[in-house]
């Protein structure tokens, strides 16, 4: 009688022997290695993860352009393998003689390096959590595969009372709606074992979707973690409330656009970028010659026009300043291009730069924007110091609302006077401040009351600009904000060499922290 082997009891059997002949062909194969091949084979995993682990020290990338055998340069990676065999006589000849199958330098067997790696390094930073409670810092960008990546900083106080904030990864999410990133970040922590609830602080940018009060990533996660508090990163609030501010006003959103296009227009090519430099240097030489300028050890430079950064807040004023430091070169450079360019419309943007170059309003709008950035940068400085701590940053915020409300009452006769001085020194004309002031560009109908020149310029500009600013500071840093970092700065260990305040600390428990204690 035939034997049924389409039977369920049979297709069970058969699977049985399947698996237990594939045990024991997988116990064979390993039995056929010598104990040299075995050796052998981990002097090339040895390799790999040496090469693997000092490049991701280093934070370069792994793969060339060409990795083939006859490359000059096969990329980093093979290329320190290279160097490492170079000084160790058995690496080359276990390199040499790798099978294909087991060479250990396949971009696969890196990533899986990288992983094991990164594994062994998540897990000492949540050893080092423990129970304890941590902040989390989030920041997410598109890489160059337009990938959405999210990044996820960890800080917690470590068992000897110091700070410590710890990278933990990078998480891909499809989009950047604040419930994905949530999710993003919960699966994380929770792959961990790292409890929500034990979230004590949140970090992020000034982005809607972080920061918004309904929707916002923090409200998401206030609504799971009641204490975890949203605080902005001072030094970068500062700069969102005073250049960003600065640029929802509409004449100074005009004066940085303009101010973009004429450092593109002067430095299209380093045949302008030279002759800016040659005709600064010109200028700095008259100006010695009659003593209008200072001399001294790096105190004329020979510089360039900056560029403004929509992130690097600090580099508008950078640009700012490099303008005016070089206006009579950057004049000079575009009446150059004027005269001499074959291309009409290289002609045509030099001229237009020049014309917004050399009007009132622009340069006026470039000193004042130059007078409140610089108020802002020293204190933007101080608050990124490591060593500066929570009362002193407070006071620095209040300082700057005091100084930003100082330049508005008592600052407009030294920025008329400055400009006047610029402007006689660059033969710009300045306006009659006692003139009636007509709006351009057909708004003159809509002027509804006669007002002067100097009218416009100190209320529509001056006092508009700062009241803007004022505005945004108090939005920023408002009652509530300033009382739970001054309340938190009484668990300083730095301020308790002074004084213990115990009844700040009651005050933070009871208002902010009434279940933990």
């Not at 961990?192 to 000034?206: A, F, P, S």
Request: proline share 2%; aromatic share 8%; with cysteine.
């Amino acid at each position: 009688m035939e034997e049924d082997l389409t039977s369920p009891h049979r297709k069970a059997e058969k699977a049985c022997e399947d698996l237990m002949n594939q045990q024991s062909h997988i116990s064979q194969s390993f039995d056929k290695f010598t104990s040299k091949e075995v050796a052998d084979n981990r002097l090339r995993l040895k390799s790999s993860i040496e090469a693997t682990r000092w490049i991701a020290f280093q934070g370069c990338s792994f793969r060339g352009h060409d990795e083939s055998i006859t490359s000059t340069n096969r990329g980093k990676f093979l290329e320190l393998l290279s160097f490492i065999a170079s000084y160790n006589d058995k690496v080359v000849e276990v390199l040499d003689k790798a099978p294909r199958n087991a060479s250990y330098t396949s971009p696969t067997t890196k990533k899986q390096i990288l992983q094991v790696l990164a594994a062994k390094v998540k897990n000492v930073i949540r050893e080092k959590i423990g129970d304890a409670k941590f902040c989390i810092i989030v920041d997410e960008a598109r890489d160059e595969s337009k990938k959405e990546q999210m990044s996820i900083v960890l800080r917690f106080v470590d068992k000897d009372g110091y700070v410590q904030e710890r990278f933990f990864g990078i998480v891909h999410v499809k989009d950047t709606a604040a419930s994905t990133l949530k999710e993003g970040i919960f699966s994380v922590l929770s792959r961990h074992t790292l409890d929500v609830q034990n979230i004590r602080g949140q970090g992020y940018d000034g982005a809607s979707n972080m920061r918004g009060e309904w929707n916002g990533l923090k409200a998401l996660i206030l609504s799971q973690c009641p204490y975890a508090y949203y605080n902005h990163c001072f030094a970068h609030r500062l700069q969102l409330a005073l250049v960003a501010a600065s640029k929802e006003f509409i004449p100074a959103h005009h004066c940085f656009t303009k101010l973009s296009s004429i450092i593109n227009v002067v430095g299209a090519s380093c045949k302008r970028n030279d002759q800016l430099k040659a005709a600064h240097a010109s200028n700095i030489a008259h100006l010695l010659n009659i003593n209008e300028l200072e001399s001294g050890k790096g105190l004329n430079n020979i510089g360039s026009l900056q560029k403004a950064g929509d992130t690097r807040w600090s580099s508008h004023l950078k640009s700012i300043s490099s303008l005016i430091k070089m206006f009579s070169a950057t004049c000079e450079v575009l009446l150059n291009i004027i005269d001499d360019e074959n291309t009409p419309a290289q002609r045509g943007d030099a001229d237009a730069a020049y014309e917004m170059l050399t009007s009132f309003e622009f340069v006026f709008i470039l000193h004042l924007m130059k007078k409140i950035l610089e108020i802002s940068n020293l204190l933007c400085q101080a608050l990124q110091l490591q060593s500066q701590d929570i009362l002193n940053a407070m006071h620095f915020v209040s300082s700057t609302k005091f100084l930003i409300q100082n330049l508005r009452d008592d600052g407009w006769d030294e920025l008329v006077a400055n400009v006047k001085s610029f402007c006689e020194a660059v033969n710009i004309s300045m306006p009659d401040f006692s003139a009636q002031y007509i709006a351009r560009r057909g708004r003159a109908r809509h002027q509804q009351d006669e007002i002067t020149v100097e009218l416009h310029f100190k209320v529509n500009l001056f006092n508009a600009v700062k009241d803007s600013q004022l505005q945004e500071l108090n939005i920023k840093f408002n009652d509530n904000t300033v009382e739970f970092i001054i309340l938190s700065s009484a668990l300083d260990p730095r301020e308790m060499h002074n004084a213990f305040r115990i009844d700040d600390i009651c005050r933070l428990v009871q208002k902010f922290y009434p279940k933990d204690f």
